[in-house]
């Protein structure tokens, strides 16, 4: 395969050495086709250097007069280069804010790109950064070793992106110019990320449901196409969870702090950092521990407070399999309804008390599960307390994806989102997604989450009875998180493929209409 004759990348055949990048809110996948798992596993975010901005403040000045300008160059230079990658929680990195990779727009819950880090991070991952900047060495070298990444040449291989399920063209059209424009790849292709994930498991028609970091979606396949029009998205994924568990640890006035604060060098600490207000109370500390906390930026900080939450919900966080006594309270004090329905179903109604009637006559030994009493809990902070896991930690957090909140209005709970995105499709595909509902993503991994959404789905009246449903997921948790990722290498590996490649040549000539039309 010659990348300098675009027209030869469409002649490769099953040997084509392609790269596969699956980009995430949490994480970031880079590897080669034919390959079953990806070989770089990153954080999608960057840290980025403020020094220069406090450089405009008053002290400018004073390092000016004092003939110390070092610092002074970062002032011109560019945003790429003031960003710090891979980022290493466990290290305090002094005057360092964190900067994702995607960004969602609150009013209009539009993702953004931020661009510097997407190059930032393409460039880490597949060519590697030089020892030579690593160890700080000054000898003049023949040949610079490269560390992390693939250390491969951007410009040799084809890449095969993914990308979000509800097309963003704004996205799109950034990644294609900087790839194509900046890094002269010879080849490029976009797919849907369910796409890949129903490839992954040799499916072309399936229901995915995909429990990432910032959402849930909930999207069918047929024939290898993603039906956007009949697509579900929810607020609702890992973040959510973080902050609920964040939210519960500070009504219990519970202290988290990160683990580059651990207790033998921080012994004072009466107060947590407010990541939900962005906001940093520094509260009673030693001055010498005062002041080393406050080089600390609040992003920083928060990016550290959440890294300790989120292995705390992957530790202790289960879904309740049973009908326990905390949910029979809220149903009957009329805390949570579920309701949907549909001209071409019956509706949708029932509360919990109805839902507990009816499973304890058809299947009791499985609804039991949860209800026995649990041996005692703990979960050891950073600060080396052991906090006492109870059942709000370990139930009602997974518990919201069945039973959300009141004030969660589109959301009506897992079970009936899925029934109402079946109904919604085409009556002849119905039995098709119902026989494939896949379940993937990094949240869906808490325990008992498969077996309760059978339990809850097997319950609605609104499918016949002959229809046999199936939920497919994941034999290990590293498919589950990776699983666009496999679709993708596979889907590379095609012989049949390599036609749809859009090459550099064919980019030039027609645009990113060209790409939009190619990669559906």
Request: proline share 3%; with cysteine.
């Amino acid at each position: 395969m010659k990348n300098d004759v675009n027209e030869s990348i469409l002649c490769g055949g099953e040997d084509i050495s392609a790269l596969v990048v699956d980009l995430g809110f949490s994480t970031a996948k880079i590897g080669h086709n034919q390959e079953d798992t990806p070989r770089v596993f990153l954080k999608s975010i960057c840290g980025e250097d403020v020094s220069a901005e406090e450089w405009n403040s008053t002290s400018e000045m004073n390092e000016i007069e004092n003939g110390r300008n070092g610092n002074m160059m970062m002032k011109r230079r560019s945003p790429k280069e003031k960003l710090r990658f891979p980022l290493n929680l466990y290290n305090p990195s002094e005057h360092v804010r964190i900067k994702p990779l995607f960004q969602k727009d609150e009013v209009t819950m539009r993702s953004h790109l931020n661009s510097d880090v997407f190059e930032k991070l393409l460039e880490y991952a597949i060519e590697g950064i030089d020892a030579k900047r690593v160890f700080e060495c000054t000898d003049e070298i023949t040949n610079p070793m490269k560390l992390g990444g693939l250390n491969l040449k951007m410009n040799e291989h084809p890449i095969l992106l993914s990308e979000s399920n509800i097309h963003n063209d704004k996205i799109r059209k950034e990644m294609t110019e900087i790839l194509f424009e900046k890094y002269n790849i010879p080849a490029l292709y976009f797919a849907k990320k369910a796409k890949l994930t129903s490839f992954s498991l040799g499916r072309c028609n399936a229901l995915v449901v995909d429990i990432g970091y910032s959402a849930l979606d909930i999207n069918p396949v047929y024939e290898g196409y993603v039906l956007q029009k009949n697509s579900f998205q929810f607020n609702i994924g890992g973040n959510y969870f973080d902050h609920l568990i964040y939210n519960l640890l500070k009504k219990d006035n519970v202290k988290v702090v990160p683990y580059f604060m651990n207790h033998q060098r921080y012994t004072n600490i009466t107060t947590t950092p407010d990541i939900c207000n962005n906001n940093i109370h520094l509260g009673t500390f030693s001055q010498q521990n005062k002041c080393a906390y406050s080089k600390i930026h609040p992003s920083y900080a928060e990016e550290a407070i959440l890294d300790v939450i989120s292995y705390m919900k992957e530790t202790v966080c289960k879904v309740r399999v049973g009908q326990d006594e905390h949910v029979n309270k809220k149903s009957e004090n009329g805390l949570e309804s579920v309701t949907g329905s549909h001209k071409n179903c019956k509706d949708i109604q029932y509360n919990t008390n109805q839902l507990n009637n009816s499973t304890r006559n058809t299947n009791p030994s499985k609804w039991q599960i949860g209800l026995e009493k649990d041996e005692e809990e703990h979960f050891e902070l950073p600060d080396g307390i052991k906090l006492k896991v109870d059942s709000k930690y370990k139930y009602d957090i997974a518990e919201h994806l069945f039973q959300p909140l009141s004030s969660d209005n589109n959301f009506k709970g897992l079970p009936d989102a899925i029934v109402n995105c079946i109904i919604s499709s085409d009556v002849d595909i119905r039995k098709d997604l119902l026989q494939a509902i896949i379940i993937t993503g990094g949240s869906s991994l808490f325990p008992g989450l498969i077996e309760r959404l059978f339990n809850s789905l097997k319950e609605k009246e609104c499918f016949s009875q002959s229809i046999k449903m199936k939920i497919l997921n994941m034999t290990s948790s590293v498919e589950s998180l990776s699983s666009s990722w496999l679709g993708g290498s596979i889907l590379a590996s095609l012989g049949t493929f390599q036609q749809l490649w859009v090459s550099r040549s064919e980019y030039d000539d027609g645009g990113h209409g060209l790409v939009f039309d190619r990669c559906f």
